[in-house]
């Protein structure tokens, strides 16, 4: 693997800079890894030990900045080396940017400046997370509450107490938010629109408020409750406060819920709630079975059905969007070898686990997962698959000590080369979430291991069907457009969301059985 | 070109600094949201705004004109602040160890640590501070043991080593002579170890390392850090959990991973690290 080593003498960047300069350049295309530390003899030693080359480091001192950088062979060495100067060029204007503008360290030095301030967005380690959110309800904020790890106790005394105050507490574990179009957390540049989205689910609100973009439609607000907002000892109170709020809501005609199915004696409230809100409303409990409900109160069983009746009920004609194509199945099943029998969906947002194994269990396929519908159904060993199986890359398991994988994909691209491996696997399902807060370049940093993966099942003889639907808009940073080509390029299969892509992998199994003699 | 308005606070190496360079200094970096000045031959760090956060720091009204060459920057009657450090330990060893331990558990269970951090967990650093693990253990054992020999070649060897503006291994031997100079305050009979200790590590960090970290490697080898690192001291000293948990909140918010591979060289010698 080429690697070089970029001097920049006498430069000196804080550690936060210099992570956030490898971060720029490990998303390249072509770089697999960059680094970038002083040139100190240590590190000196440190780098020749791992092949970086001799004579790019004999005149570093220990006052120069060095990047070592590992690429695929794609990208030279100029490429790189004007990359980092762009960066740091970059880095150089937003630090002036920053410092005339000088962030504020206490949420009370924050609140001196900006007196209208009405919210706060909270994101600590989750002993502390409390505390700061009810500083922030005492001085009168809605809170966003990013912070995951907070005690239930502390979730229910929050929200306790931001429901006598009218205030509205998102989370704990809070992805995802669009207040009055300003994104919060992981959000995606959809269109402005009549629908408000409320949900304990993250990636759930994110698709629903893509496919609604895809569709033609638009999102007035989106508000995540965090996931234990619907259980019991919570009693879905911020789902109802934020009902209360979108009944008022001038710019809002129709509103979607999405969670788990609640506890029994919180769904009777919601229920209540959501016949006071005077407005037309789409449920998607996953895992609970849908229905169609009252004219003005829809239930659906997905994602997607849950966005399209939401364009509907707002009076929209659903644009025509390209559905998921069968033959492609056909044509899938048709390649893969005796043995290849099962789907794999390695997911980094929860909700998509939970909605293929929904799709699945609807084709007749028993699921596991680390995150199961049922009991039984359960992974003895999240890192393992085991027949059929949804896996949410994003649980506590993998993150513990690690970036999230939407911000960091190596954790998958290990587990899609072990998914590879296996004679049994048939199908992968991936999910590519764009937006705020995600990857600079999701696809790019799959693309590699995607083609790797494809060709250590080609020389055994077998042929992996890689299946993907991103999640995001043409308006992202990442560009959905984009996104989709690099994918292709490494022979993979687009489906236009997340439940079209569950479809599409079980009837590659339907073909394949039918396949067979 | 304007010079610089007043002093707001001032720390004592700073203080000392200006002091001896009669208020003359020369910028030669700017970092973040800091100026890196040089007073005579030492290094000070000026800010515009926040509270002091280093003994080699001062805090300024106003910012520092855009591309200020240097001048007069005279502290005044700023007030001079000197980090506290506990002088002698009425619980004892012990006592100080079964504190980080407890600490130690604490973080492992509800934070993700970064960088030698993650030692601390057991865990493997990331690339390029995986070679560091067997490093970073054996200065915490000859710490703990007191054997200068020992400390001396492992400190050494992680001076200047990994990511970082202060790579990572110079700040995980910071937190390791913090850890030393508690150590001394419940047992005097281990100052000697620390004579040794500081000499060396003077020494080696002017060759080894960048000078903006030489100079903190040179403070912490006195007794003199980070007021989070401090804190964190003070906190385990007392026995106060509560307070030990938040100074190691703070502490671990310093740069990218320098807070966390302090707190890693402080814990890994007071509480020893997993599996070692």
């Known amino acids: 693997m080429p690697v070089f080593a970029l001097l920049r003498p006498g430069l000196y960047k804080d550690s936060l800079t210099l992570m956030r300069l490898s971060e720029t350049l490990a998303a390249l295309p072509g770089v697999r890894r960059a680094t970038l530390l002083m040139g100190t003899g240590a590190n000196r030693q440190m780098l020749l030990a791992a092949g970086y080359p001799e004579q790019e480091l004999t005149a570093c001192r220990p006052d120069d900045l060095v990047a070592a950088i590992e690429v695929d062979g794609s990208v030279g060495r100029e490429t790189i080396d004007r990359a980092l100067d762009d960066a740091l060029s970059d880095t150089a204007s937003r630090t002036q940017g920053a410092r005339q503008a000088h962030a504020p360290r206490s949420l009370a030095a924050a609140r001196s400046r900006r007196a209208d301030a009405n919210l706060a967005m909270i994101s600590v380690p989750g002993p502390y997370a409390a505390a700061e959110a009810m500083k922030a309800l005492r001085a009168g904020l809605n809170v966003f509450l990013f912070s995951d790890n907070v005690p239930l106790a502390d979730e229910r005394r929050l929200k306790r107490l931001a429901e006598r105050k009218s205030l509205l507490v998102m989370g704990p574990d809070c992805g995802t938010a669009i207040i009055n179009q300003v994104p919060l957390g992981f959000a995606n540049a959809v269109r402005r629109g009549p629908i408000a989205i409320v949900g304990a689910s993250g990636t759930g609100i994110q698709e629903i408020a893509c496919q609604i973009h895809r569709l033609g439609g638009g999102i007035s607000q989106a508000i995540g409750t965090g996931g234990r907002d619907l259980s019991e000892a919570v009693g879905g109170i911020t789902t109802r406060a934020a009902l209360r709020l979108l009944a008022e809501d001038p710019a809002t005609s129709v509103v979607v819920v999405i969670a788990k199915p609640p506890a029994p004696s919180v769904a009777a409230l919601i229920d209540a709630a959501l016949r006071e809100l005077g407005k037309p409303a789409v449920v998607l409990f996953l895992g609970a079975e849908g229905g169609f409900g009252e004219r003005s109160l829809r239930r659906v069983s997905d994602l997607e059905a849950a966005a399209r009746a939401a364009v509907g009920l707002a009076g929209g004609v659903p644009a025509a969007v390209e559905a998921e194509d069968p033959r492609v199945a056909r044509r899938e099943a048709a390649r893969h070898a005796r043995g290849q029998r099962y789907l794999r969906g390695l997911f980094t947002g929860g909700t998509y686990a939970l909605e293929a194994q929904v799709v699945w269990r609807r084709a007749g396929l028993a699921v596991h997962s680390n995150a199961a519908l049922d009991d039984g159904f359960a992974l003895d060993d999240a890192r393992r698959s085991r027949a059929h199986t949804a896996v949410d890359l994003g649980d506590d398991a993998f993150t513990r000590g690690r970036p999230h994988p939407m911000i960091d994909p190596a954790g998958r691209i290990e587990r899609l080369l072990q998914e590879a491996r296996d004679p049994e696997t048939a199908v992968v399902v991936l999910d590519i979430v764009l937006g705020t807060g995600a990857h600079a370049n999701p696809a790019g940093a799959l693309a590699p291991a995607i083609a790797e993966a494809k060709a250590i099942a080609a020389a055994a003889g077998r042929r992996l069907t890689v299946i993907a639907a991103v999640c995001g808009t043409e308006n992202d940073p990442q560009d959905r457009t984009r996104q989709e080509a690099e994918l292709r390029a490494v022979d993979v299969v687009l489906a236009p969301g997340s439940t079209a892509a569950a479809r599409l992998a079980a009837l590659c199994l339907e073909r394949t059985a039918e396949a067979r003699p | ?276």
């Not at chain 2, 419940?186 to 003077?202: C, H, K, Q, V, Y």
């Open chain 2, 1 to 276: 070109m304007g010079e610089p308005s007043g002093v707001v606070a001032v720390g004592c190496k700073a203080w000392g600094a200006l002091r001896a360079s009669n208020g003359q200094v020369s910028a030669f970096a700017e970092v973040g949201d800091a100026w890196y000045l040089e007073a005579g031959s030492e290094i000070v760090w000026a800010m515009h705004g926040g509270t002091l956060p280093h003994p080699r720091a001062l805090v300024i009204a106003e910012p520092l004109p855009a591309n200020w060459p240097g001048g007069y920057l005279a502290p005044g009657d700023a007030p001079v602040a000197r980090p506290a450090f506990p002088a002698r330990l009425a619980g004892g060893r012990r006592f100080l160890e079964a504190r980080a331990q407890a600490l130690t558990s604490a973080l492992a269970q509800s934070e993700a640590p970064r960088g030698m951090g993650r030692l601390l967990r057991g865990e493997e650093p990331d690339f390029p501070l995986a070679e560091a693990r067997g490093g970073a253990a054996a200065l915490s054992r000859a710490v703990r043991a007191g054997e200068p020999d020992a400390a001396r070649k492992a400190a050494i060897a992680l001076i200047g080593l990994g990511p970082g503006l202060t790579p990572a291994g110079d700040d995980y031997v910071c937190g390791t002579l913090l850890a030393a100079h508690l150590l001394a305050a419940a047992d005097p009979a281990t100052n000697a170890f620390l004579a040794a200790m500081r000499a060396a590590i003077a020494g080696a960090a002017a060759k080894r390392t960048s000078r903006i970290s030489a100079a903190l490697l040179a403070d912490a080898a006195e007794g003199l850090s980070f007021e989070a690192l401090h804190a964190l001291c003070n906190a385990l000293a007392s026995g106060d959990d509560a307070a030990g948990r938040v100074a190691a909140h703070r502490l671990a918010g310093i740069g990218n991973s320098s807070g966390w591979d302090m707190l890693a060289g402080l814990l890994g010698v007071l509480a020893g690290l997993p599996g070692d």
